[in-house]
């Protein structure tokens, strides 16, 4: 997969959804009866990178204040869906001791790696910081997570609603309609190809979380710890 052609294409595509007002408002951001829950691993960048992003974040407040933007605290990226946030999921379903040896057998050998988060994607419904990985890492823990949660008898909806393949981060979505839609586009099309930096992946977090990854309603589970990089191999 073509990492920087699928950005574009989905950049392209949704783009002239937005520009005929064919996105997608998410009514559920404020519900303070959503009860969606899941269990994923992610990676949170550092906090060069999240605050290149709030320099963004803040001048698309200033054209569109009343849509949604994800503090520092809640910006990550998915590594994996474990289990996909559905209504009334609760850890008290599960043993999560099972699903970290699961994962503590998957990241066996795999080293640190990096993701460079360069230039803007969107979708109908928000807006993505688009990452690129400077190995084949991540596309292998996937791999073997895939594998060793299909192999046990634990709860899990891997791939059930598609197939993750990129490393991109979430950080505005869509909660009313456009009172500005020409200047945001704008923004947008400014910061296209906007480099907001690099980030080492030295851990991997497990969570129980919410549809936002709101800090007030993440649950950390269990941190681990990627092999450090061969001197030899570590990327400038």
Not at 52 to 81: A, G, W
Not at 93 to 114: G, H, M, R, W
Request: charged share 25%; proline share 3%.
């Amino acid at each position: 997969m073509d990492l920087r052609e699928h950005y574009q294409n989905l950049y392209e595509d949704s783009l002239e959804k937005i520009k005929s007002d064919n996105y997608q408002i998410d009514n559920l951001i404020d519900s303070l009866s959503d009860n969606r829950f899941g269990l994923t691993l992610i990676i949170r960048p550092n906090i060069t990178v999240k605050n290149e992003i709030q320099k963004f974040l803040k001048r698309l407040k200033s054209v569109e204040p009343n849509q949604y933007y994800y503090p520092n605290s809640d910006i990550h990226v998915t590594v994996m869906s474990i289990i996909s946030c559905y209504d009334g999921f609760d850890l008290s379903q599960i043993n999560p001791a099972d699903y970290v040896n699961v994962i503590q057998n998957s990241l066996k050998s795999l080293t640190c790696f990096e993701i460079e988060f360069d230039g803007l994607t969107v979708s109908p419904s928000c807006i993505m910081v688009q990452g690129f990985l400077n190995n084949n890492t991540l596309n292998l823990i996937r791999d073997k997570l895939r594998l060793n949660f299909k192999q046990s008898e634990l709860e899990q909806t891997i791939d059930k609603r598609y197939s993750i393949q990129t490393a991109h981060s979430t950080i505005s979505r869509l909660r009313k309609p456009l009172t500005k839609k020409a200047e945001y586009l704008e923004l947008i099309e400014e910061y296209r190809n906007f480099n907001f930096g690099r980030s080492p992946v030295e851990t991997l977090e497990l969570v129980y979380n919410d549809w936002y990854h709101k800090k007030e309603h993440v649950k950390e589970i269990y941190r681990f710890e990627l092999n450090k990089w061969d001197t030899k191999m570590k990327p400038t």
